[in-house]
């Protein structure tokens, strides 16, 4: 079964958004701080609803907050 | 070390100490000869019904405990006490696949257990193997969690 590696613009947009903290993220979209980190982190692929949560504070669509690398589609 | 990982490293350290100290009593009752161990499922029965709130209410004391040095600790390095106590999809995820290998183990162990009758072991064997497992499964299920939190999902 392929495995899709999910990457993210998340760091950068919280940077973007005057330096947005970690706590204040997931305070906005109802999640731990660790759980952002392990996001950022690429350690955890969320699910749809925590996607649009997040791409809706940064008043982004998903797909400018998530996406997929072609070469590091893993089989 | 995060909260989460720091809570299922305290979760160890008090599953281990609270069955081992209550072991301990339980088998100085029965060398003692206070425990009557002449009816075998009236005192398993008794020794696993009051373990059972035993084991909550030092729990509840340990995680009090815990959350207060962990406050204490938090202040004295000078950081802002984070205490990530919301639980969201993650932990959800993490809380069900630790569970699933907790509940592997603890089905190996009631098929042993059940083996060990086979055999004609005694009956006091098949309840020290159900909570051996039991105990087991709880450990192997917060090491999973420390892994889980530590890896990814």
Redesign the interface.
């Known amino acids: 079964m392929t495995k899709l590696v999910i990457n993210n613009n998340v760091r950068t947009l919280r940077f973007f958004n005057d330096e947005m903290s970690q706590?204040d993220l997931?305070k906005a979209v109802?999640?731990?701080?660790?759980?952002i980190v392990?996001i950022e982190?690429?350690?955890?692929s969320?699910?749809l609803?925590?996607c649009f949560k997040i791409a809706l504070v940064f008043n982004k669509t998903i797909d400018e907050v998530f996406y997929v690398e072609k070469n590091q589609i893993e089989d | 070390m995060t909260y989460q990982e720091t809570k299922s490293l305290t979760n160890i350290i008090s599953t281990i100490a609270i069955t081992g100290i209550y072991a301990i009593i339980i088998y100085q009752r029965v060398l003692n000869g206070i425990a009557d161990t002449s009816d075998v499922f009236k005192f398993w029965a008794l020794t696993i019904l009051i373990f059972i709130p035993i084991s909550i209410a030092a729990r509840i004391i340990i995680m009090i405990i815990f959350s207060i040095i962990n406050a204490t600790v938090q202040t004295a390095k000078g950081e802002e006490i984070d205490i990530d106590d919301v639980v969201d999809e993650r932990d959800k995820l993490i809380e069900l696949k630790s569970m699933r290998i907790s509940l592997i183990i603890f089905s190996l162990g009631f098929i042993i257990a059940l083996g060990t009758q086979l055999i004609d072991m005694s009956h006091h064997m098949f309840f020290i193997t159900l909570i051996a497992f039991g105990l087991i499964s709880e450990i192997v299920s917060d090491i999973s969690m420390m892994v889980y939190y530590r890896k990814g999902v």
């Open positions: 706590k997931a109802g999640v731990s701080r660790q759980t392990a982190k690429g350690q955890y969320p699910t609803e925590l």
